[in-house]
Nanobody
């Protein structure tokens, strides 16, 4: 099982990035998914979560209204559209699969059964 995150990079404050998470060896359609981020010296925190059929999404207060999580189960891929980026959004971003198919929307590190490798997002002010 492999979750391959891509799309990170360097962007100016106010700019946008779109992260992608493609799965290999696993069908994501049965799993709730999430994006987490971890800045240097800080804990890994959830950014956004999405249920199996996209009916439920949830966002951290810090990104609400700026980020959008989505998924395309046919392409076995989850996305994170990030707009109006701020310097405090700088972090390594990880896509993650829920620990169980019965967990609708993973929201904590303990909810995660599999992590992607991470992609760096750097926002310059």
């Amino acid at each position: 099982v492999q979750l391959q995150a891509s799309g990170g990079g360097l962007v100016q404050a106010g700019g946008s990035l779109r992260l992608s998470c493609a799965a290999r060896g696993l069908s994501l359609s049965n799993w709730g998914m999430a994006w987490f981020r971890q800045a240097p010296g800080k804990e890994r925190d959830v950014v956004a979560s999405i249920s199996r059929r996209s009916g439920i999404t949830d966002y951290s207060d810090s990104v609400k209204g700026r980020f959008t999580i989505s998924r395309d189960n046919a392409k076995n891929t989850v996305y994170l559209q990030m707009n109006s980026l701020k310097s405090e959004d700088t972090a390594v971003y990880y896509c993650a699969r829920a620990i169980s198919t019965t967990l609708t929307v993973p929201q904590h590190v303990a909810d995660i059964g599999h992590w992607g490798q991470g992609t760096q997002v750097t926002v310059s002010s």
